[in-house]
């Protein structure tokens, strides 16, 4: 059973950056994908970015440019810089990994911007 604990959530000003981490547990072998959605009030919830053991990622359009995931595989931690931050980002933010064709999720770390 792989656990995920997020950290890093807060409240920014509209252009200031955040960084949330992700720390997964319960496994000794590296989780392949990795990743963060978010979730916005009264809307569902949308792929932010992913990445692989191997380093490639996704971004959604929305955060392109501003935003950057990393790993480091030896902690099965992933990381989300979060540069330029819009009032649109303000959300719920999930970590997320698939793990052995099952899926995990974190408890979810709010993210507020302020305009």
């Known amino acids: 059973q792989v656990q995920l604990v997020e950290s890093g959530g807060g409240l920014v000003q509209a252009g200031g950056s955040l960084r949330l981490s992700c720390a997964a547990s319960?496994?000794?072998?590296?989780?392949?994908?990795m990743g963060w959605y978010r979730q916005a009030p009264g809307k569902q919830r949308e792929l932010v970015a992913t990445?692989?053991?191997?380093?490639?990622?996704n971004y959604a359009d929305s955060v392109k440019g501003r935003f950057t995931i990393a790993r480091d595989n030896a902690k099965n931690t992933v990381y989300l810089q979060m540069n330029n931050l819009k009032p649109e980002d303000t959300a719920v933010y999930y970590c997320?990994?698939?793990?052995?064709?099952?899926?995990?999720w974190g408890q979810g770390t709010q993210v507020t911007v302020s305009s």
């Open positions: 997320a990994a698939r793990y052995r064709f099952s899926n995990y």
């Open positions: 990445i692989t053991s191997g380093g490639s990622t």
């Open positions: 319960g496994t000794g072998f590296t989780i392949n994908n």
